[in-house]
């Protein structure tokens, strides 16, 4: 873990000059991939079943607050440090963590579906993984098949190899348009207005879901607020002292407790787990039915999700020895939070082609085979694709900032 104490402390930033963030220096943050590790496992599981786990969708949303967070603090620090942030270092960084593994999956899942098309004729799944390839590797995905678009007319959702890429490309619009936004707020020092607009614009989104929008192109329910949370945290983190007084130390503490209660209870009701309580609010529309038809999960879920890892990101951020931040930094979380994008990558295109050859034949045995091939493969995509390249995206990073890279979860 990085030494924070070393950091001077800038004087507060005159008016028109560049915003110079006052946090310490963030380092790696074991918490931060344990919530990874645990949130990609519920991912699998709501991907497996999705009814009766449909509420584990909100992780999306606390993968994308911590992207929203760890990126724009990356910037905050390179700013400060430098005088300046360059983009072709930080773009080339994000292309090695994300672009070879995703289409070594891409061309893998094509190359399956063409073996399992010539020895069964299964034509339908050969057209969705082309359909998927293009969407995912051009990073339109969630233009092209908009996500949740069976909330509308109700009914499940449609299985297909590579559904999972939308995240990656919401994301990937982040990194492109929305690190943009921000240098541009910290070089003029717009840093107050845009805290102000994201946050109407968190508010604006979770009231439209919670009436029953979807938005353009279903854009609500991709979750761009949740990314927007994230860059509102990094700036308040950056805005506020770098040494919290006990009594606000206390209260963020307490926060933190209570935040990480209302995400569980978040979790708990959209699973059927709540159902003997009476407590259980159903993900999906029903066939035929609508979002105004009642109350859905996704309708105030995401949301609460989105806010509540935000006031734990910014505690685990200050004050590393939270019981929370302890037990999320237990060996195991980490170490599955730093494999969670190959895990996130990997476990919907092996699940759906079991289920494609095997699966029709034996359920059983295609259950039993799935998780361990899905662990074989996610070691050795991590072994022999991600090591190697995060060996490169050290050597474009200096000494100062090694220490501090985002980890890669499941959307990042």
């Known amino acids: ?49 999705f009814e009766p786990f449909g509420g584990f969708a909100g992780t999306v949303d606390m993968f994308f607050v911590l992207s929203g967070f760890l990126i724009t603090t990356l910037i905050l620090e390179e700013d400060r440090r430098s005088g300046r942030v360059n983009l072709r270092s930080f773009y080339a960084k994000r292309a090695l963590r994300l672009l070879p593994l995703m289409y070594l999956v891409i061309i893998g899942t094509l190359l399956a579906a063409l073996a399992v098309h010539l020895l069964t004729d299964n034509r339908d799944l050969l057209d969705k993984a082309i359909g998927d390839a293009l969407a995912g590797g051009t990073y339109m995905y969630h233009v092209v098949h908009p996500v949740h678009v069976e909330l509308v007319g109700g009914g499940p959702p449609e299985v297909r190899p590579l559904i999972h890429l939308w995240s990656l490309t919401v994301e990937e619009h982040f990194y492109l348009l929305g690190v943009l936004v921000v240098l541009v707020a910290v070089r003029r020092n717009w840093t107050g207005a845009l805290v102000v607009t994201f946050v109407a614009a968190w508010v604006a989104i979770g009231l439209a879901r919670a009436t029953g929008h979807v938005g353009p192109l279903f854009a609500w329910y991709q979750r761009p607020d949740s990314l927007m949370m994230g860059v509102v945290i990094a700036f308040v983190n950056a805005r ?57 999960w996704g309708k105030f879920g995401f949301s609460l999700i989105a806010l509540s890892v935000a006031v734990m990101a910014i505690t685990f951020a200050r004050y590393r020895d939270h019981p929370v931040a302890r037990f999320l930094s237990w060996k195991p979380f980490t170490e599955l939070g730093r494999r969670s994008y190959a895990i996130y990558l990997l476990h919907v295109p092996i699940g759906v082609l079991l289920f494609e050859t095997v699966g029709k034949k034996s359920g059983g045995l295609a259950l039993l085979i799935y998780l361990p091939l899905l662990a074989i493969t996610v070691e050795c995509a991590h072994r022999l694709v991600e090591r190697p390249t995060m060996r490169m995206r050290l050597k474009l990073a200096e000494p100062a900032v090694a220490g501090a890279d985002t980890g890669g979860g499941a959307a990042n």
């Open 240 to 296: 506020i002292p770098a040494e919290l007084s006990p009594k606000v130390g206390h209260r963020l503490r307490v926060g933190a407790w209570v935040a990480t209660g209302v995400f569980l209870a978040m979790f708990f009701v959209g699973t059927w787990f709540a159902k003997p309580f009476g407590l259980f609010v159903p993900f999906l529309v029903p066939e035929g039915g609508s979002l105004n038809d009642g109350l859905f």
């Open 1 to 49: 873990m990085t030494d924070d104490s070393t950091d001077e402390q800038p004087a507060p930033p005159t008016t028109g000059a560049p915003f110079i963030s006052n946090a310490n220096k963030l380092g790696y943050l074991p918490p931060f991939d344990g919530m990874r590790g645990i949130g990609v496992c519920a991912v699998i599981l709501v991907h497996a079943t």
